[in-house]
């Protein structure tokens, strides 16, 4: 999927996470995502979801990890309100997007690339959201501070995007999201196209800001190591049609450090996880077209 960041943000309808939920990345909070029996299918006739059904709940993290085209995007940009579906129900805060939509979400979307303005300083790029809303004044400045600081860009608000390197980029597009302070956050593989070392400092500071602030994490990623070590949850999906084919519980405590990354538990999560997706891989290749018939 093409990348841009989109922050369809208004004040909040919903109440932040529990210090609890969020420290156990629990699946006992209130739902704030509910696919129902949903179904995508292109104009083209591609089959993308077929059946879908997923709730998350606040204070979760969850990936979604499949193979190529097995519709990991089209998924997330639904439950961003950014794709119709062709059948089924999203629900928002267990409110029809309607009447979220209403009352306002506070939800942002990170994408694949960073996409920021490349003639416009990284302050003007954070700013944008709030520029969008007609925000001005102290609080806003103090808003973008605040997001610069937390993604470790303090002394960098005067750079152009060209002046920092990939990491930082990502960095920057993911305090433009944070300046609406959404509760919920979308990522579409947003650090694949970093090295490994980057990669893994990011993850980090993921995790941190997603304890620290409350968030909702839903997370698309190629990566079984990526998935396991930042989820409590992965979801993962076959192609050919696209469909949920499993649901793992990372049962594991939050903080996680590099401790993690080498632990007997870690490994055993993610050979779990490798062999489901080995079997949604083989699923997706036995089946046959994409088209609308299949649904
Ligand atoms: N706008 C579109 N029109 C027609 N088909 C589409 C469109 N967007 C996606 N598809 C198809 O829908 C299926 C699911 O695509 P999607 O991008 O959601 O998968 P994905 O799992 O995110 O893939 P990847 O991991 O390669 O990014 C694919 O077969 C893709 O070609």
Redesign the pocket.
Known sequence: ?TSSIVTPLKPAAAEPASEDAVKAGASNGRPVLQVEGVN?I???G????KGADLTVRQGEFVS?L????????????IMAGLGDVTTGSVKFWEQDYGVVGDKGRKLAFVF?NATLMPWARVRKNVRLPLDLEHQSGPDTEQKIDQALEMVGLKGFDQSFPRELSGGMQMRASIARAMVTEPNLLLM??PFGALDEMTRNKLNDDVLKLWQKNGWTIVF?T?SVYEAVYLSSRVVV?A??P?RIVDDIKIDQPFPRNADFRVSTEFAGYCRQVSQALERASAMGASTGA?QEKSA
């Open positions: 999927m995508k292109y104009a083209n591609t089959v993308a979801l979604l499949g193979p190529s085209g097995c519709g990991k995007s089209t998924l997330l940009r694949q579409d593989e698309v190629h999906m192609a050919r696209g994409t």
